[in-house]
């Protein structure tokens, strides 16, 4: 089947950056959310991100025009589920929230169709458990922000199809992404890795090794990351980076222990730009 209407369901941060990549794709791309002014605020926050991009260089003003008119919002879901070619959902990280949308996804979905959820940890197993579509169903992993970051990870739940997979990779590759496969298993391949050399840099902060500053010096001029480690949990949340090796100490074991001085950061309220305090200071946002 080619894809020409996908279904965004879910339109906060990541959903609307969803549609802004689908529409400008080339997509017909039907957004839905359950709040209606958080429909609103996506189709505004779409139209600034396609003006900025326009105003960068990186957008035709034609194919802005373009990706504008491809948009639409519904306000139901099922109108969504009934119109797609192709469903991304990214509701809130929440199981049983998500296997409530995709039965009702699956109900109404033709039977050919591809339902992908944008979680970053939860089980597709689980989520697919909760349809009759189960190799039909796999995990469509984008990055914050969506219109910058290259790269979707899909993720195979243990019944996912190839031909499954092999549609998702031609979506993401339409939207403009790159692709990696990746067998369901915590933090997939990026967030594991992620967790782990942010680590090991509070590891090293905590022993006194080096000051925070030269950590990041080092990772950025000497590695080539773009980003030191702390810039990037800083930006993330120590909290949601703690909660994400809790969640890998829990199923993966020792190796992924939270280190004490990430622990203590968050315990006195230290969790980065969001507070005004993380590894680094940030006054303007106290
Ligand atoms: P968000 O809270 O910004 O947006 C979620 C949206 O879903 C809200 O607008 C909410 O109104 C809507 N919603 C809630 N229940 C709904 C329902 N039943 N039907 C339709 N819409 C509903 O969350 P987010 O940060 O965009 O995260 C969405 C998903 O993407 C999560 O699974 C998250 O783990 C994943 N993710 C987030 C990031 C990130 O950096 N924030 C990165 C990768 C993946």
């Known amino acids: 089947m080619s894809i020409a209407t996908v279904a965004v369901i879910g339109s906060g941060l990541m959903g609307r950056g969803i549609a802004y990549a689908a529409a400008l794709g080339g997509y017909q791309t039907l957004v839905h959310d359950a709040s209606s002014e958080a429909l609103a605020r996506a189709l505004s926050q779409i139209g600034r991100d396609l003006d900025a991009g326009v105003a960068r260089g990186k957008v035709a ?4 025009e373009a990706a504008r008119a491809r948009l639409s919002t519904l306000a139901e879901l099922d ?3 009934r119109a797609a070619d192709f469903v991304i959902e990214a509701v809130p990280e929440d199981l049983a929230l998500k296997r409530s949308v995709f039965a009702r996804l699956d ?3 033709r039977p050919g169709v591809v ?5 970053s940890a939860l089980s597709i197993a689980q989520i697919a458990a909760a349809t009759g579509r189960r190799d039909r169903v796999l995990g469509m992993h984008f ?3 969506v219109p910058k970051m290259k790269l979707v990870e899909i993720v195979r739940g243990p019944e996912t199809s190839e031909a499954a997979v092999a549609v998702t990779a031609e979506v993401a590759r339409g939207m403009g992404k790159e692709t990696i496969v990746v067998k369901e298993s915590p933090g997939f391949v990026t967030s594991r890795i992620n967790a782990l050399i942010g680590n090991e840099a509070f590891h090293m902060l905590g022993e006194g090794i080096a000051t925070a500053e030269d950590i990041d010096k080092g990772v950025k001029l000497g590695l080539n990351h773009p980003m030191g480690p702390f810039e990037m949990v800083d930006l993330v949340g120590l909290d949601t980076r703690l909660a994400v090796l809790e969640h890998l100490h829990r199923t993966l074991g020792e190796k992924y222990r939270p280190a004490p001085l990430l622990v203590q950061h968050v315990k ?4 980065g730009r969001k507070s005004g305090r993380g590894v680094y200071e940030y006054p303007e946002k106290k």
């Open 61 to 64: 003003p034609e194919g802005a």
């Open 79 to 81: 109108d969504a589920a």
């Open 107 to 109: 109900a109404l979905a």
């Open 115 to 119: 339902l992908s959820s944008n979680t």
């Open 143 to 145: 990055f914050n922000p």
């Open 268 to 271: 006195a309220g230290r969790l």
